[in-house]
C-alpha cells in the first residue's frame, strides 16, 4: 500500500503565492509519475502538472508560467510552486502517483483565493 500526505493549502488573495507539498510512503516503484489535479466545485477533476523520475515535466496550459512542479526522489515527495494565483485556481487540490496501471490519490488540501 501507498500513502500520500498532502499539506500547504489554504487561503490566498489574488496575486498571491502558496506551496503545496505531498510525501509519498509505502510500496513504491522507483520509476513513478508524481501529479498535481484539482477539482472546483461543480467540476470535473483536472491535470494540473506531472512530474516523471527523470524530471521530465508537464503542465496544464492554464498554469504554464505560474506554477512549477518539482521533486525530491529521495524522500518520495513533490512539491507544486504556485505563483500569481487567481480566482480560478480555487480547487481542492489532489496529488497523485502512478506506474504502469497502478495509481493512488491524496486527500485533497483546498485551495482559496480570495480577496
Known amino acids: 500500500q501507498v500513502q500520500l500526505v498532502e499539506s500547504g493549502g489554504g487561503l490566498v488573495q489574488p496575486g498571491g503565492s502558496l506551496r503545496l507539498s505531498c510525501a509519498a510512503s509505502?510500496?513504491?516503484?522507483?520509476?513513478?509519475?508524481m501529479g498535481w489535479y484539482r477539482q472546483a466545485s461543480g467540476k470535473e477533476r483536472e491535470l494540473v502538472a506531472l512530474?516523471?523520475?527523470?524530471?521530465?515535466?508537464n503542465y496544464a496550459d492554464s498554469v504554464k508560467g505560474r506554477f512549477t512542479i518539482s521533486r525530491d526522489n529521495a524522500k518520495n515527495t513533490v512539491y507544486l510552486q504556485m505563483n500569481s494565483l487567481k480566482p480560478e485556481d480555487t480547487a481542492v487540490y489532489y496529488c497523485?502517483?502512478?506506474?504502469?496501471?497502478?495509481?493512488?490519490w491524496g486527500q485533497g488540501t483546498q485551495v482559496t483565493v480570495s480577496s
Open positions: 497523485n502517483i502512478e506506474w504502469g496501471s497502478t495509481r493512488y
Open positions: 512530474i516523471f523520475t527523470s524530471g521530465f515535466t
Open positions: 509505502g510500496s513504491i516503484f522507483s520509476r513513478n509519475i
